[in-house]
C-alpha cells in the first residue's frame, strides 16, 4: 500500500489509525490519523485525514488493455463533445450572419464605428446616456478584418466566445476539473439560443459588458482564493470601471464579485477558524498580502475602476452627469410588478433554452414546453437547495453561495431596468445563462472540498467516484443544452438540420436593401427621410451613395445627419411599397410604414391638400416620393 499525505510539505510523525473504511477487495481506501507534529510544524496540522491508495491486484494483459481503452475513452469523450460543441457554436453562428438582415440598431453602432475611425470619439451609443464601449471593437473590426455588416455583427459573436474563454478560466480557478471547465465553456458558447440569436446581433454594449463582468468574477475569485497580486487587483478595478461604462448591468456580477472578496476577508476567516478550535495556515499568518484591510487591496482596484471609468466620468462631467437619471422610456408595461412576472412567463424559459426567439414560442408547443420548463424550475430549486446546504460549510462554499445569490437575485435587478418590458428577443436576460452554468459547477459532488473542521473525519466517498459522477452530469448537460439550441434554432429560424440543406441557397441577406441603393443612384436620388429602421440601415450600406434621416418625429440618433437632409434641397420621403409589407418587415425589421408612421397613402394626400407637386419613385422594397419642394410634417 501506498500512504499519500494531504499535505506535502508538512513533517509530522504518524503515530495511531483512529478510524478507517474498506472498500470490498481493495483493502483500506481511508483513514482517519493523530499525527504527533514534528519540531516547527503548527499545532492546526495535529488531525489529518490520510488517504491510503492500496496497490492494484496483479491481472491478466488483456484486462490491463481493456482498461487503457476504458481510461482512453473517458478521458477523450468530454473533449470530443466540447470540440464538437465548439464546431456547432461555430457553424450557427455563420449561418445566422449568412441569413440575418443588418437592421437599425447594428447599423447605428457600424456608423458609430466608422465614425470611431475617422476620429469621433462617441462615448455612449447615439441619442443616449448609456451603453458605450463596445463600438471601439466594432471600430477594430471594421478597419481590419471587415468593414461591411459580418463585421458588425461578427463582432459580438467574438465576444461570444472569449466569454466562453473566460469562463473557463474562471471554473478552472475554482479548483474544478479541467474537463469540467471545458464543458461549461461548451455550455455557454451552445446554450441557450437566445443567447446565440444575440451574439450576432450588434447592439453596442451586451457583449463588452459580459466579458467585463466574467473579468471581475475572475479577479474576484483570485482574490478569494489568495492568488491575487498588483495585475489581479488592478485588472479587478479596471472591468469594473469599464463594465460601469459599457452598461450599469455589470451589477450582475458584481453581486457575485462582491461576496467572494468579503469571503476572502482574512479577519472573518480567522475568527471562524478560531470558532472551530484551528489555527490558520501559515501563508495566511505570513502573507503581506493576506493582512486584513491592506492598503493596496482597496488603492490598487479604485485606480484601476476610474481608469476603466474615464470615458464614462468624462462624459457625465459634461452632461450634468446624465447618465444617473432613470430613462423611463417607453412608458408600456412600466410597472415593476409587471416586469417582474414577465421574468418568469416569459423571460426565463427564453434563457432555458425553451422558448424561440423571436416571438417566444414554446418549443414543441405549449404543453411540452410548459412541462419541460417545470423540470427546469425543479432542477433550478435542487441547485439552490445545494446553495442553503453549502452555507454551513463556511467560505470554502464562498463561489457556491456567490453564484447562488446572484441568479436568486437576477430578476429582481432586471425588472428594476425601466426598459427590461421588451422581453421578444431575450436581449435583457443573456446574462443569466452564464451564471446559472458557474452555479451548477459549483453544485456539482465533487466542486465544494471539505472544510478544516471536517477533514478529520472520514470522507464518504472515493474523491475519484465524486470526480467521475461531476463529470458524467457535465457530459449529459452539454449535450442537452445542444439539443435545447438545435430543437429552437431549427422553430426560430428554420434552420436545416441535415447537412446538405445547411449549406444550400446561402446568399447575402441585404440583397434586396443593396437593390434599393442601387435604384436610388440612378434616380439620383441622394438624401432621403425615412424611419429609424430604413434610414439608418441605408446610410451604412452605401455611405458614399446616400444620405438618409428619421425626421424629427421619429428617433434621431444622429444629429449630423438629420441636418445634413434637413439642408437638402428637396429629400425623397421613403415609404413601404404597396404589398411590400412583409418583404419590408424582413429587410429591414421594420415595425414602421414610414416617416412618422405616415402611410405612403396619408403623405400623398397631405400634399395634394397642401397643393404640392410630387412624383413616386419605385424602388423595390421601398417607395420614394419626392416632393416638389421641401415639406415638413404637421406633429
Not at 105 to 130: P, T
Request: charge should be positive.
Amino acid at each position: 500500500m501506498r500512504a499519500v499525505a494531504p499535505h506535502s510539505d508538512a513533517v509530522t510523525t504518524l503515530t495511531t489509525v483512529t478510524s478507517s473504511r474498506s472498500l470490498p477487495g481493495q483493502g483500506i481506501a481511508e483513514a482517519v490519523v493523530v499525527s504527533e507534529p514534528a519540531p516547527g510544524v503548527p499545532a492546526w496540522l495535529i488531525k489529518r485525514t490520510l488517504t491510503v491508495v492500496p496497490e492494484p491486484p496483479p491481472v491478466g494483459p488483456w484486462r490491463n488493455g481493456a482498461r487503457r481503452v476504458v481510461a482512453v475513452t473517458v478521458y477523450a469523450l468530454p473533449w470530443a463533445l466540447v470540440a464538437a460543441a465548439g464546431a456547432y457554436g461555430l457553424l450557427v453562428r455563420i449561418w445566422l450572419l449568412a441569413h440575418l438582415a443588418l437592421f437599425g440598431d447594428e447599423a447605428v453602432v457600424g456608423l458609430m464605428g466608422r465614425g470611431i475611425l475617422h476620429g469621433h470619439l462617441d462615448a455612449f451609443f447615439w441619442g443616449s446616456n448609456s451603453a458605450g464601449g463596445e463600438a471601439y471593437v466594432v471600430a477594430a473590426v471594421l478597419g481590419r478584418i471587415n468593414g461591411g455588416p459580418m463585421g458588425v455583427n461578427g463582432t459580438p459573436a467574438g465576444l461570444a466566445l472569449v466569454a466562453a474563454v473566460l469562463t473557463y478560466a474562471v471554473l478552472s480557478n475554482s479548483r474544478a476539473n479541467r474537463r469540467v471547465a471545458a464543458l461549461g465553456a461548451a455550455m455557454v458558447w451552445v446554450w441557450p439560443y437566445a443567447a446565440i440569436w444575440n451574439s450576432v446581433r450588434e447592439v453596442g454594449f451586451r457583449g463588452a459588458t459580459l466579458c467585463c463582468g466574467l473579468v471581475l468574477v475572475l479577479c474576484a475569485l483570485r482574490v478569494y482564493r489568495r492568488r491575487a497580486g498588483i495585475v489581479t487587483r488592478v485588472m479587478m478595478g479596471l472591468a469594473l470601471g469599464a463594465g460601469w461604462w459599457t452598461s450599469v448591468e455589470i451589477v450582475y456580477f458584481a453581486i457575485p464579485s462582491a461576496i467572494l472578496i468579503v469571503a476572502s476577508w482574512d479577519r472573518l476567516y480567522r475568527s471562524t477558524l478560531s470558532r472551530a478550535g484551528v489555527e490558520p495556515p501559515p501563508e495566511v499568518r505570513r502573507s503581506r498580502w493576506a493582512r486584513p484591510w491592506h492598503p493596496f487591496h482597496v488603492v490598487l482596484p479604485v485606480v484601476g475602476a476610474a481608469v476603466g471609468a474615464l470615458p464614462w466620468t468624462y462624459a457625465n462631467v459634461r452632461s450634468g452627469f446624465a447618465s444617473l437619471s432613470l430613462d423611463t422610456r417607453p412608458p408600456r408595461h412600466d410597472d415593476y410588478l409587471v416586469r417582474l412576472s414577465l421574468f418568469f412567463h416569459k423571460v426565463l424559459p427564453t434563457q432555458l433554452g425553451l422558448r424561440a426567439v423571436p416571438g417566444g414560442a414554446w418549443v414543441d408547443g405549449r404543453g411540452v414546453g410548459r412541462t419541460i420548463y417545470v423540470i427546469a424550475l425543479v432542477v433550478l430549486g435542487l441547485l439552490l437547495l445545494r446553495v442553503v446546504w453549502g452555507w454551513r460549510m463556511g467560505r470554502k462554499a464562498a463561489p457556491l453561495m456567490a453564484f447562488g445569490v446572484a441568479v436568486v437575485a437576477f430578476p429582481f435587478i432586471y425588472a428594476f431596468f425601466p426598459t427590461s418590458w421588451y422581453w421578444v428577443d431575450g436581449r435583457y436576460g443573456v446574462y443569466l445563462p452564464p451564471l446559472l452554468v458557474l452555479l451548477a459547477v459549483w453544485s456539482l459532488p465533487s466542486a465544494i472540498p471539505p472544510t478544516l473542521p471536517r477533514a478529520v473525519h472520514a470522507i464518504r466517498r472515493p474523491p475519484r467516484r465524486r470526480a467521475r459522477v461531476a463529470l458524467a452530469i457535465a457530459i449529459v448537460g452539454v449535450a442537452a443544452a445542444a439539443f435545447s439550441t438545435l430543437v429552437v434554432t431549427h422553430e426560430s429560424v428554420r434552420m436545416p438540420t441535415h447537412p446538405s440543406a445547411f449549406f444550400a441557397g446561402w446568399s447575402d441577406p441585404n440583397k434586396a436593401t443593396r437593390n434599393v441603393v442601387t435604384l436610388m443612384e440612378a434616380h439620383h436620388i441622394r438624401f432621403a427621410y425615412g424611419t429609424y429602421w430604413t434610414a439608418y440601415t441605408l446610410d451604412f450600406l452605401a455611405p458614399n451613395a446616400v444620405t438618409a434621416s428619421p425626421t424629427r418625429l421619429d428617433d434621431q440618433r444622429s444629429a449630423a445627419l438629420a441636418e445634413e437632409v434637413a439642408h437638402a434641397k428637396s429629400p425623397a420621403w421613403l415609404f413601404f411599397a404597396p404589398g411590400q409589407r412583409a418583404a419590408d418587415e424582413a429587410a429591414f425589421a421594420n415595425p414602421e410604414r414610414g416617416p412618422g408612421n405616415w402611410s405612403e397613402k396619408d403623405f400623398t394626400n397631405f400634399l395634394t391638400g397642401s397643393r404640392i407637386g410630387y412624383r413616386v419613385v419605385h424602388l423595390g422594397l421601398l417607395d420614394a416620393v419626392l416632393p416638389a419642394h421641401r415639406v415638413h410634417l404637421p406633429k
